[in-house]
Structures are given as structure tokens and as C-alpha cells.
């Protein structure tokens, strides 16, 4: 099925079971809105939303400002380029109406025992660059226009878009989360040309005075402030090419790559699902991962185990540093 913004058969009834409602501030969504809304989880997504393509409000652009001119950013020098661009997505098509965001669910079916090595969920599985534009070039075949797929390889801010795109808020973990299904979600967007006969609307944080999340952080990387990179194992253990600081390796426990310590804290993950994405489920080898086997992991091993994985971008020297730090402590 293919349609254009123009054509008007859905009607809310017409949506698939399953539907993770994205909260459209209280807009009634409209034929060509739902239709795309069906069509995105009828490739897998869990939830879609639109918003306008416009500037990046200015508390938010300002706030990105500051946390790169303080640093926080660490070594990630590439979220310094291209600021005109990141703040301002008609930059990157010119022309631009809408921003269509999505979340796919990477919660895993099988998890690491406790006792074992720990990833974060999202490394489990497969690379998840290449599923996410996969079904996001599907999505923008069934609409007209121009369009612009973005999946980290393009400088946008993700997590304020599928805010915009009424998908969730940004909690003080800063991540998105979305009501009734939680954090564990990959966004994407598609930029297009294509405008729609509603838009969705930011809805309300739901934190509360939780501060789970500020508490569950081994390292105190976040602050209601936000997040410093420098001190968040996550960076320190993917991104970061140098020795881990003694402070933050201490802290490390027994993750190995990443750290979900304040998404798992966070009460809005008990509503977590099981994802259906075949790729994204962890082998067998990787599960039954003993901590001698990661000791001794030689670089055939790494190979094998992480073909086709996000995990190849901390390299094997990376996780390697990352498999005796956290077993010396
Ligand atoms: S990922 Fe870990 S270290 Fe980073 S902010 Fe969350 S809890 Fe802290
Ligand atoms: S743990 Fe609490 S404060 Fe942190 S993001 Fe979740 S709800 Fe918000």
C-alpha cells in the first residue's frame, strides 16, 4: 500500500492491534496522520509521531549550547559540527515540513544473568544503524515528497524531536520515555517535504519527584542538570579512547560495555516488552559468556561474537581496556 498525504481512508478504527498511542496533546489524529501512524507499526515500529519541521526552541537550543561550551560533551567533538544544522532541520532539507519520528523497541527477550559480565540491552543484538534505515527508507517510500532519513548519521537532536513528535518526554536520565512502554527504544526520524493534516504535541513530563535515576548512577554523571558525558560510563566505555579514570572503573561493577543503571531504575521501564526484532536478540555464545571466557577473549573471538554489532565501534583494544578494568576492581 502506498499513499500520499493527500489521501484520507483511515480512520482511528482502522488501527492496527498493538498500537502504542503516541499522546497528541489531545488532537484528534487525522486520516493521513493515522494511515502513516499504521503503517509505521505495521513494519515494527512501537510508535510514531509528526511534528513540524522548525527551528529547535530556543531553552533548547540554548541548553544544547551550554552543555557543549562547558564540556560535557568530553571528546565527542563531532556534536560541536554543525550547530546551525542540528538546531535548524530545514538546514538539512531544504523545504522541509515535517518531522516524522519513531521508536523501535530493543528491550531483549533473553537477558545476561547477574552474575555475568554485563552489556547494555541495546548492544545485545545486531547493529541497530542498519534495521532502523531499513524500515525507515520503507517508511518514506509510502510517501510523497522529498525526505531525509536520519539515524545518527545525520546531526539532529533526537531525544527533543520525539519529545516535539509527542512520542514521550525526556526524563531526568535523559533519555525519552514512553508512557506505558519505557525507555528502551532506538529513534529515528525522516525529515520530508510532505506536510499533514495534524501535527502531535509535547505532552507533559511525568518524573514527578522520582530521582531514581540520579541516584542509581554509580558515577554522578547526572545531575538535575543533566548528563556529563565525561563521567558517564556509557561514553567512558564505548566513545572514550583512553584509560578509564580510576574514580569512574571503580564504579563500573560488572558492566563491560555501556551501563542502563538509571534506565533500569526507572519506574516507567517496569511497562518494558520483549522486543520482536529478530536482530536484535542476543546468540547463544553471547549469553553463556563466562568472566574467564571475557578475559581471555582474543581478537578472533571478538570478530566472531560482534559481527554485524554496534559492539565494533568501542574495538577490540576498547573492550578489551573495558574486561580488565572492571575485573581489577
Ligand atoms: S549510563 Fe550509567 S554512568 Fe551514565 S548516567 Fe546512566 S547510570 Fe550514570
Ligand atoms: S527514574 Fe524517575 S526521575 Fe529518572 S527518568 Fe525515570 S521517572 Fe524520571
Known amino acids: 500500500m502506498s499513499f500520499s498525504p493527500n489521501n484520507q481512508q483511515l480512520s482511528s478504527g482502522s488501527l492496527p492491534k498493538g498500537f502504542l498511542s503516541p499522546d497528541n496533546g489531545g488532537n484528534e489524529g487525522g486520516a493521513k496522520t493515522l494511515e502513516l501512524v499504521g503503517a509505521a507499526l505495521q513494519l515494527g515500529f512501537s510508535a510514531c509521531g509528526i511534528a513540524r519541521a522548525d527551528k529547535v526552541d530556543e531553552k533548547n537550543a540554548q541548553a544544547f549550547r551550554d552543555w557543549i561550551h562547558t564540556g560535557k560533551n568530553a571528546s565527542m567533538q563531532y556534536m560541536e559540527n554543525y550547530e546551525e544544522k ?120 511525568h518524573c514527578g519527584t522520582c530521582e531514581n535515576c540520579l541516584h542509581a548512577c554509580p558515577t554522578g554523571a547526572l545531575s538535575i542538570n543533566g548528563l556529563d558525558a565525561n563521567r558517564c560510563l556509557s561514553y567512558l566505555t564505548i566513545e572514550n579512547r583512553n584509560a578509564i579514570p580510576q574514580a569512574e572503573a571503580q564504579a563500573m561493577g560488572n558492566y563491560i560495555y555501556g551501563c542502563d543503571r538509571c534506565q533500569l531504575t526507572c519506574p516507567h521501564n517496569r511497562f518494558a516488552q520483549a522486543t520482536e526484532i529478530d536482530e536484535f536478540s542476543p546468540s547463544e555464545e553471547f549469553l553463556n559468556m563466562t568472566p574467564d571466557d571475557w578475559k581471555n577473549l582474543s581478537e578472533e573471538d571478538y570478530r566472531r561474537l560482534f559481527k554485524g554489532s554496534a559492539v565494533k565501534r568501542a574495538k577490540y583494544a576498547g573492550l578489551k581496556r573495558n574486561i580488565d578494568s572492571a575485573l581489577q576492581q
Not at 519513531?102 to 559480565?117: G, I, S, T, W
Not at 540491552?121 to 510523497?144: F, P, R
Not at 506536510?195 to 509535547?202: A, E, G
Request: a negative charge; aromatic letters at 14%; one cysteine or more.
Open 86 to 205: 542540528r538546531l535548524d532541520p530545514r538546514l538539512l532539507l531544504p523545504q522541509a515540513q515535517s518531522i516524522i519520528v519513531v521508536a523501535l523497541n530493543y528491550f531483549p527477550k533473553e537477558r545476561l544473568a547477574d552474575h555475568q559480565l554485563q552489556f547494555a540491552y541495546y548492544a545485545y543484538g545486531k547493529d541497530y544503524h542498519d534495521v532502523m534505515k531499513d524500515k525507515l527508507q520503507q517508511l518514506a517510500s509510502l510517501i510523497e515528497g522529498e525526505h531525509k532519513i536520519c539515524c545518527d548519521t545525520v546531526p539532529m537532536l533526537d531525544r527533543y524531536w520525539a519529545y516535539q513528535a509527542g512520542l514521550g518526554w525526556i526524563g531526568k536520565n535523559t533519555n525519552l520515555i514512553i508512557p506505558h512502554a519505557g525507555s528502551f527504544f532506538f529513534l529515528g526520524e525522516i525529515i520530508t517535504t510532505a506536510s499533514f493534516d495534524t501535527y502531535d504535541s509535547p505532552m507533559p513530563n
